[in-house]
């Protein structure tokens, strides 16, 4: 039995599709239903059923999911202990990652990663940027790539890897999308989105209006970055989101301003550090 077989029956489990298990795990759809339909053969019994665009998990697949996890996490202990250990890079390395830096920067490092080192097994945790530092700091996820916070934990490690450039949107029928010239002072007569204000993404943002002595007007926070492009596309307010999601439904506003975030990675330094995650680390670098 292949172990990469019950980590995708984890993921879908997780998730409750193939398509986003096979996203999470870098791997082809067909390749996560192979390696469901393996579990199968070798159980008899069915696992998942087809529920509309998506699986429903079976009864059978519920009983075994907490041994399948407890059996995965001993196993990860074992290999994190014995490659430290060796310095052989092999095992299981859990890391955690935001949405926009998953979706949109990590896939191709991550995937030269796994084909180099075949014998780590990665376990991605999609969290909020927040949430993901929090885990670092308890131990909880080896590294992490997220937003980098405005004000750093002493206690962990960051690099940074992308400079993620910030820009004010709007639907191209919004009345601001109209105007030429326009300064912070301009947007505050409109309704806004932007992520709640416990994310690293709006406290750039709100900082420099507290600056001007200016508040927004939100209307509605939403903390996946995609949502927010959705609701600012069909005309809700104007945003703040990163460049890398312009598209043809939006339209950056005409405003002199720059606001960057830095996107990066964390971990703790005073925590055993297995060789699958030390040359990951040594990779984004």
Wanted: glycine content about 6%; overall charge negative.
């Amino acid at each position: 039995m292949n172990l990469a077989a019950f980590e995708a029956f984890v993921k879908v489990m997780e998730t409750g599709s193939i398509s986003l298990a096979a996203d999470q795990l870098f791997i082809t759809q067909p390749a996560v239903t192979k390696r469901i339909h393996s579990l199968e053969d070798y159980f008899g019994v069915k696992l998942f059923e087809s529920a509309g665009r998506g699986v429903q998990a079976t009864h059978a697949a519920h009983s075994l999911l907490p041994k399948v996890k407890n059996w995965l996490n001993e196993l990860g202990d074992i290999h994190h202990t014995l490659s430290h250990e060796q310095g052989q890079v092999q095992g299981k390395l859990k890391i955690g990652t935001s949405h926009h830096i998953g979706l949109h920067h990590l896939p191709h490092h991550l995937r030269n990663y796994v084909q180099q080192f075949p014998q780590v097994t990665l376990d991605v945790h999609f969290v909020d940027s927040e949430q993901a530092h929090e885990q670092v700091l308890a131990g909880d996820l080896e590294l992490a790539f997220l937003t980098l916070p405005p004000q750093g934990d002493d206690r962990l490690n960051y690099v940074t890897i992308w400079n993620d450039p910030l820009v004010f949107v709007a639907a191209p029928f919004h009345p601001l999308a109209q105007k030429k010239n326009l300064k912070l002072e301009d947007l505050i007569a409109y309704p806004s989105l932007l992520p709640s204000a416990q994310t690293y993404t709006s406290q750039i943002t709100l900082a420099e209006f507290e600056k001007q002595g200016l508040k927004p007007k939100i209307t509605m926070s939403n903390n996946p970055l995609e949502s927010i492009r959705m609701l600012v596309s069909i005309g809700l307010g104007w945003s703040v989101l990163p460049q890398t999601l312009l598209n043809q439904d939006l339209q950056q506003l005409d405003i002199r301003f720059e606001m960057n975030r830095q996107l990066g990675m964390v971990w703790h330094p005073g925590r055993t550090q297995s060789k699958a995650v030390l040359e990951l680390i040594e990779m984004m670098k």
